[in-house]
């Protein structure tokens, strides 16, 4: 296997906090590499200098063999990044259908609410990935009325509406009930894989770090502290004692459909 992602070196600090503190790792072609770490460790930072929302103030990063360092969020997603975050970003007055449309029209350049109309084409793909994502059934729901899970898929069907070779994606089940949580990763690790995409995710819940990653790397006040296979990285007891105790207690709450958070 060879390297899609290179990172080397990558230091970003905020006044006196080390976001990034010598960040290097090499994300394989095809696999799925999940992100562990205690809150503020650098996960959502290391992210967003990948997708050009951040610039490292030293280090690089190659994508396939090119330096996309300091390059814009368009330029890098036009080279086959996409991303997806913590708190999904749908237009909230449009149906799930409508937002997938428009990521399709956005990867030819037409940022139109009407490109969809337009082109028939565009709906016709993005009703195609709706049936990827298991989310036929509510393609002509307004996004602001899905619960968290289904909002989550939909933003992740976006970013994949983008064709990327990569993706990245913040905390993909958090907020999630926990009784939905599986079945949503699931269905999401099967369209990635079908489509041949090597994916990076920040992830809370051992479980689905377990379940799903090939490998993980555990962060720790902007370093990568341990990386390796799940089940050798999550047993070792310095990684237990120092991030999985804290993570179980920082574990975010889980919100059920249309209820009230609970822990
Ligand atoms: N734009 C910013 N301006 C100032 N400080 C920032 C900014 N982005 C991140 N930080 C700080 O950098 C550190 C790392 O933040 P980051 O969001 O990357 O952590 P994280 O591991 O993703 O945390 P969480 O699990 O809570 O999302 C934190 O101390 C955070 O407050």
Known sequence: MTALLRASGLRLAFGGVKAADGIDLDVMAGEFLAIIGPNGAGKTTFINMTTGYLKPNAG?????????????????????????????????????????????????????????????????????????????????????????????????????????????????????????????VETLVAVLRDARVTAVFVEHDMDVVERFADRVAVWSQGRIVALGPPDEVLSDPAVQREVIGIERHATPPTVTPGGAPHA
């Open 60 to 184: 690089t990063i190659s994508y396939d063999g090119r330096t996309i360092t300091g390059m814009s969020p368009r330029a890098i997603v036009k080279l086959g990044i996409a991303r997806s975050f913590q708190l999904p970003q749908l237009f909230l007055e449009h149906t799930v259908e409508q937002n997938i449309a428009l990521a399709v029209a956005s990867r030819h350049g037409i940022w139109s609410p009407l490109a969809p109309l337009l082109r028939p084409g565009y709906r016709d793909e993005a009703r195609d990935l709706l049936d990827r994502f298991g989310l036929s059934a509510i393609a002509d729901a307004r996004a602001d009325a899905l619960n968290e899970g289904a909002r989550k898929l939909a933003d992740i069907a976006m970013a994949v509406a983008l064709k990327p070779r990569l993706l990245l994606m913040d905390e993909p089940t958090s907020g999630v009930a926990a009784s939905e949580k599986m079945h949503i």
